[in-house]
């Protein structure tokens, strides 16, 4: 049995933010929609025991994220206590990468996404406050033992919309190993000046790419263009992106999350055991709906 909502959406895939606090302080961050400051972070027990129950519904896919996830110190330990699963993955700013990528992938991680919004050590610093060289050697720490490695660039106006030519080049020296993953600003923090004309990125990528795919996930697209690849995440005003969400959210305090864009319709599942945990995971799908329907 899948767990479905009413709008035939099977959950295919957990997203869990496993802390609230960062390392950096991006200027656009939407905190994966979590607006409290969190205190009570999940225990290793509750984490394993929502992925246990979930399992039962077939959900063979896991993405941690937070919050910087590399701020637990028992990340490892929360991936080497999770039960068989087809993909575990974690999205992290790279800060801490470069000394924990080969122990992660030890314990079980199978790949990971690394935020890069600018190359430049100044817009880079400016975007998110930090040091990128830190995360330029965590990116080739990451090649070596999780790859494929996708870099995540929130496309942001007037800083780095320029840039995307120059990340194509740079990915390319990985041969394949790395992946751009463009994503649209969603505006959480009074960052609407940013906002890129979306569209005309889509179709310089559309014009440009050899060879273009569709992710079943969001219907997100990848485009080939001179052997670099680039999968465009477009989530704003766009049904398509909802009708084809597959995954649930889990807030770094245990509730069930359906939709980043909500925080009315949270499921509490901290603390519980697994049985509880497969009725509440029932009726955080009744709670569930696409943020813009079609
Ligand atoms: N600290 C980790 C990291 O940097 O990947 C995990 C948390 S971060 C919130 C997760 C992802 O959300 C990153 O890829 C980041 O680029 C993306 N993101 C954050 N704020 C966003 C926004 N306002 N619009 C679109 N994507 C955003």
Do not use: W
């Not at 063979?60 to 993955?89: A, H, Q, T, V, W």
């Not at 992660?104 to 060289?133: C, Q």
Request: glycine residues 6%.
């Amino acid at each position: 049995m899948q767990l479905t909502d009413a709008y035939g959406r099977a959950i295919k895939s957990l997203r869990i933010s496993l802390t609230n606090r960062c390392s950096l302080k991006c200027i656009y961050c939407h905190r994966e929609g979590e607006t409290r400051d969190i205190k009570n972070e999940m225990s290793i027990e509750t984490i394993v025991n929502i992925v246990r129950a979930s399992k039962t519904f077939g959900v063979n896919r896991i993405k941690f994220s937070g919050g910087e996830p590399l701020m637990r110190d028992d990340f490892e330990n929360i991936i080497r206590s999770l039960p068989g699963l087809k993909d575990i993955s974690a999205t992290t700013n790279g800060i801490y990468l470069a000394s924990r990528a080969q122990s992660l992938a030890d314990s079980g991680l199978s790949r990971i996404n690394i935020s890069l919004p600018s190359l430049s050590p100044e817009k880079y610093r400016k975007v998110t406050g930090g040091d990128v060289s830190r995360v330029l050697s965590g990116i080739d720490a990451a090649v070596e033992c999780l790859a494929p490695v996708k870099l995540n660039m929130v496309l942001l106006k007037g800083i780095n919309d320029t840039e995307i030519l120059k990340m194509m080049d740079f990915i390319r020296r990985y041969e394949g190993k790395v992946i751009l993953q463009l994503i649209e600003l969603m505006d959480f923090q009074k960052t609407a000046k940013y906002k890129v004309n979306i569209n005309e990125i889509e179709q310089f990528l559309e014009s440009n790419a050899s060879e273009i795919k569709e992710r079943e996930m969001h219907r997100r697209k990848k485009y080939y263009i001179d052997g670099a690849e680039v999968e465009l995440v477009r989530p704003i005003d766009n049904s398509h992106f909802c009708a084809n969400c597959n995954r649930l959210r889990v807030t770094s305090d245990g509730r069930l999350k359906p939709c980043l864009l909500r925080n009315d319709n949270l499921v509490d599942v901290n603390n519980k055991e697994p049985e509880e945990i497969v009725e509440l995971l029932k009726l955080a799908m009744d709670k569930r709906e696409p943020f813009y329907k079609g």
